[in-house]
């Protein structure tokens, strides 16, 4: 069993950038694929970025390409999302998500019901 616990959401103005952390559980975070998702309030669930497991490959929603990165830390079972130049249209709760021995192709990576873990989520707000 997996546990992701997301961190660092909060309240930024227009133009500001936020730090989000997800903590991963158990023994197979070097072996995950690991994604960001969001969902604002009305709207479906909607991939932000992931990266792979087996070559550390980053993958980005065009909407946040150039703006946000994904990093993880295998020693430290932690990834990240830093979120640059953020615009209210980012708003809504992030959530980190898993897939043991996830795929390494964008089609494989970018699909909720790819992944098999799940995190509560992190609301982040941004106000113009």
């Known amino acids: 069993q997996v546990q992701l616990v997301e961190s660092g959401g909060g309240l930024v103005q227009a133009g500001g950038s936020l730090r989000l952390s997800c903590a991963a559980s158990?023994?197979?975070?070097?072996?995950?694929?690991m994604g960001w998702f969001r969902q604002a309030p009305g709207k479906e669930r909607e991939f932000v970025a992931s990266?792979?497991?087996?070559?550390?490959?980053?993958y980005y929603a065009d909407s946040v390409k150039g703006r946000f990165t994904i990093s993880r830390d295998n020693a430290k079972n932690t990834v990240h999302l830093q979120m640059n130049v953020l615009s209210p249209e980012d708003t809504a709760v992030y959530y980190c998500?898993?897939?043991?021995?996830?795929?390494?192709?964008?089609?494989?990576?970018?699909?909720?019901?790819?992944?098999?873990?799940w995190g509560q989520g992190t609301q982040v707000t941004v106000s113009s």
């Open positions: 998500a898993a897939q043991h021995y996830g795929g390494s192709t964008r089609q494989e990576v970018s699909r909720p019901w790819q992944y098999s873990y």
């Open positions: 158990g023994r197979t975070f070097s072996k995950s694929t």
């Open positions: 990266i792979t497991w087996s070559d550390g490959s980053p």
